[in-house]
């Protein structure tokens, strides 16, 4: 199990039983993602934790493949398979740092809450370019807490809180930062909202029809 698993699984069980923390802003978040689906689509989701959100969009896809890197979150999602009566999400462990798909396999991808805790975010949306079809779309939610100038009282916190295995390595960023590394990657910007004028960048990339 890679390291930065350790985190996530000791945490698993108690994520699963968190309430969403804005669920109006969720609700939002779930349809705007559905104006990009068909039934035809074929949908990755990386770093999707209990797997709550690909069980709410199984109905509106073809297929979700759903990876985590931390086995618990995983083994909690497939628990809620077969209650939730769903047959088209696979859910499986992989390192989004590493995971490699077949190229223009997808037609669109989810990362929610995950972008900043990538060791090398630019590197896992390239891949995630490459494994979207032409006009494919990257959907993100992300926390840049470069938005809020208070954030920065915490900084001399983060790196001891990961060296005492209490908080995992966050990226800090401000939304416009987040946004032009994705367009840098490639991938035009759709949809560009930050619920409540917050932290929360929640943005639809598109890759070109003629990458
Ligand atoms: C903040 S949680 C978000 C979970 C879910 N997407 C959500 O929105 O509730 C971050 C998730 O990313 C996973 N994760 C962290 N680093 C990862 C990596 N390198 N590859 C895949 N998953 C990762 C964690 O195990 C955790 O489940």
Redesign the pocket.
Known sequence: M?D??K???KI?EK?SKQPIANQKAYEIKLDLTREYFTPDSKVL??????G??AILHAPFVKHIDA????PE?IRIARDKIAPAEVTNVAFSV????S?QAQPGSYDAA?????LH???NRMA?MGRVYEALKPGGYFIS?TACIREKWYMRLLDPMFPLMNMFGQW?RVSRMTAKQLQADIESIGFKTVHYWQPGGGMVLFMVGQKPEQA
């Open positions: 890679p930065k698993a985190f996530w699984d698993a994520y989701e990386f770093g999707c934790g209990t709550s959100t990876l985590d890197v931390s979150m992989a390192d989004m740092d995971f989810l990362g929610l809450n995950i805790l990538l060791d896992a939610s995992p």
